[in-house]
Structures are given as C-alpha cells and as structure tokens.
C-alpha cells in the first residue's frame, strides 16, 4: 500500500515525462496506435478542435471530458482550471471569459506549469496565469472564482474529499463548478489497483460513482447534476496485460468505467445563462448523452 505522498510523486513523475514528449510523441503514445498501445493516457479523450479558443499546443490529449464547455462561463467570470497540464482548458475557458475576465491553472507538475506558460505567452495572454501548487490545498484565497473546471484531474488525487472541501471554499457564493472525471462502478481487479501505469493513467485511482457524489453533497454544493456521462473501455491488449482472458471477460461483464462531467453550485443559485438551455441544446446534439442522477439514464 503506497502513501499519499508516495502515489503523488508517481503522478508528478508520469506528467513530468508527458510534459516532456512533444505533441507527435504524445500522440503516437495513444491507444490505437499499434506499436505501444500498453499506455493508457489518452483513450479517453474528447475531441476539442471545434471548440472556441482551442489551441493544439496545449492539447496533450489527456482530458476525459469537455468542462469548459459545460461550464457556463459568462464574460468577466474569474475560472480556476484544477490540474492545468499545459493550458488546454484554460485557453478554451480564456475565450468565454474574455479580456476582461481571469483564467487561473493550477497544477503541482513544474514542467506541466512551465509548459502552459509557454504557451499562454505566445498567446500574448495577460489575464491566464498558471500557478504551481497541490489542489488538495489550493494556492488561492477563499470566495475568489466564479467557476472551476477540471478535466481527468482528481481521480488522481488521494484525498478526493478534501478537494471538493477547497473547491467549495475558493468559490464565491453564487459560483459552480463544472468537472469531467473517471468514476467506476464495481470493484477494480486488485491487478489493475495496483498498477502505477494504470494509476498515472486515471484508471485505478479512481473511485465509485456513488462514494464521489456523496463527496460534492457532503461538501456542502447543490443542484448537483451529471452533464454528460460516456462509458470508457478499455482496450483489450491493454488488459491483457493484467488480467487472464477468463479473467477479461468477467471484467468487461461486472465493470463499468465512465468519463462523467459533474456539476454543483455553491450557494443553490442559478448562474445567469441558463442551464435549461444549454442542457436541452445539448441533448439534441450529442445524443441525449446528458442525464441527472435519478433520473434513470445512468
Ligand atoms: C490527466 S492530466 C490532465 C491535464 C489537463 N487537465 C488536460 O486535460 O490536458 C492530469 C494533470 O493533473 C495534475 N495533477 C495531478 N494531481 C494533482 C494535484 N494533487 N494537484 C495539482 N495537480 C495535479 C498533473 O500534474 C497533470 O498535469
């Protein structure tokens, strides 16, 4: 059993050597690429390219969602971007919120912070910081962001709950959150719980469905909803790797894997674009892929 520490100096290891790679090496390291298809950093990616303000340096192919783009920045909001990497989802956030408004990336991988820097300086941006430091203790005053985003970031963290507790803390009181993550449902084979690779690529450090959302209601947020929920699966060499085939077959029977964008407010208060709207729009587009818990669709 690896202490928090220790399981937090493997993840800064792992993103050090990603933020390292350039985009072709990042690339070709993605699944359905024959010759190393054993990594499994980006099987769970969604396509940014059509999104305003995406910019392909910072895309290093490790998100699981879109939170910006359920995230109803408003021009002038201030964002926090938990677990940065090199920027993406801050750039995307930078174009909601404009020239007048503030995007913060927080990121505990110095290389991942000097890469976002990088990039956020050939944008000639000037209200996008990066700043280095751990989420489970944010460097940041209380009651300052209209919203936070994340993506793929706290299934990596060992303390999930303390989390949410400083997401709650460093937001105003009419702000929410928007967050796309891996949660699970059953039990992880002990094969892949243990395995840095599979921990690094945010697979066994993930935790229930149900023990996350208890989380973000124990934390105090309401009108908390599921925005978009999508079943992720594992390549099969990728187990092989683990599990024996008798052994594939009843985790792909018992195992559910799945991307979710989570949202909550602060203070129970809608946000002035309206959620209707965009949820409604949404279903249209993608496929009603967006559901409330309860409601039975996931
Ligand atoms: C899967 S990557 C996602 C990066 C980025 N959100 C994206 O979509 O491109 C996870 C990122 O979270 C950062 N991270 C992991 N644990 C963290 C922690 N406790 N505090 C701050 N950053 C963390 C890693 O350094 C890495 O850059």
Redesign the pocket.
Known sequence: MKTPEEI?NI??KK?SEIADKDQLLNAASCCGATDVSQEVYNIMTDDYSEVGGYNQDA??G??CGLPTKFALIQKGDTVI??????G??CFVARHETGEKGKVLG????EK?IAKARQNAEKLNFNNVEFRQ????DMPVSDNMADVIV????LN??PDKEKVFKEIFRVLKDTGHFSISDIVLEGDLPEELKQDAEMYAG?VSGAIKKEEYLHFIKKAGFKNIKIQKQKPINIPKDILEKYLSVENIETFNKSMGIYSITVYGEKGGKKPKKNLADLTVKDVREKNSDYCEPGSGCC
Request: hydrophobic residues 40%; negative net charge; contains cysteine.
């Open positions: 937090k993840v800064r993103y895309d290093l490790l998100g971007d938990l677990g940065s990497g090199a993406n989802d927080i990121d505990f991988t991942m430091g751990d989420i489970e994340s993506n793929c970031v990596l963290v945010c």
